[in-house]
C-alpha cells in the first residue's frame, strides 16, 4: 500500500510545468499529501494480494511485503518457502526460475535500487522526478471510489508513448491502498496487473535479521541466460 518520502510542491509543480487542469492540481496536491504522510513512516508491512491477466492467461497471488528504511525489503508470496524478493542493505535478491536460486544486484544506501510492487518505489524516498512511475505520465484527479470498504481519492497517471494506465486508489491516511496497471500492447492484445494491499501495520520494530537470507544460490550470468533461453522455448 503506499510509501514514499516526504516532497514540496514545487517539485510537482516543476515536473507537471504544463498548465494545470483543476483535475492535474487535485492530483498533485494529493500526491504531495502522500510523499509528506509517508516520510514519517520508517517500517511498513503488509498482505498483498497481486492479479493479472495476459497473453498467458489470468494470474492471481497473494503474499506480504516487509519494508524497512533506508534499503531494506522482503517479499513473499504464499505457498513458497523463498523469498521472492530480499534486500539485505547490501545486495537486492530476485529469485528467478528455480526453488532458492537467485539472482543478484547491488543495493544502495537509499533503497532507490529496489523494485517490486509498485509502493515499494515509493517507500524508500524515491523524489517523484526519478521514480519511474512517473516518467512520461499526466496525473489526473480521477474521484472517489472505495477500496476494501475504504473511501480512496483517485489518480490516474496516463502514459500515452507507453499506451499505458496506471490507477492509484489513496486512502484517508495517505496510503495506497490500490494500484492497477493496464498496458495496450497492440490493437488487440493487452495486459492488467492490479495491485491490492491490506492489515497495513506501520512503525513496529522489525530487526533487521528479518531481511537476511537463511540460504540461496546466487545464479551466475551463464546460468541465468540459460535459464531464460530455456523458458524463451
Known sequence: MILSASLAATCLVTLFSMPQTRQDAQAAKLLDEMYRACSQINTLQAD???????????????????????????????????????????????????????????DDPDGHSIAGLLPVLFFFGNTVASNPLFRGATPQYGGEERVSGVNCQVIRLSKTRLNQMITLYIGPDHLIYRVVTATQLSPTTSTTQDEAFSHIRLNAHVPDSTFMLKSAHILTPSESQKLMSKQAK
Open 48 to 106: 498483498t494480494v497481486v492479479s493479472g491477466t495476459g497473453a498467458f492467461g489470468p494470474s492471481h497471488t497473494t503474499g506480504r511485503i516487509v519494508l524497512k528504511k533506508p534499503n531494506l525489503a522482503l517479499a513473499t508470496e504464499s505457498g513458497t518457502m523463498a523469498p521472492t524478493m530480499d534486500a539485505d542493505g547490501k545486495w537486492i535478491f530476485h529469485l528467478y526460475g528455480l526453488p532458492d536460486s537467485y539472482i543478484r544486484s547491488k
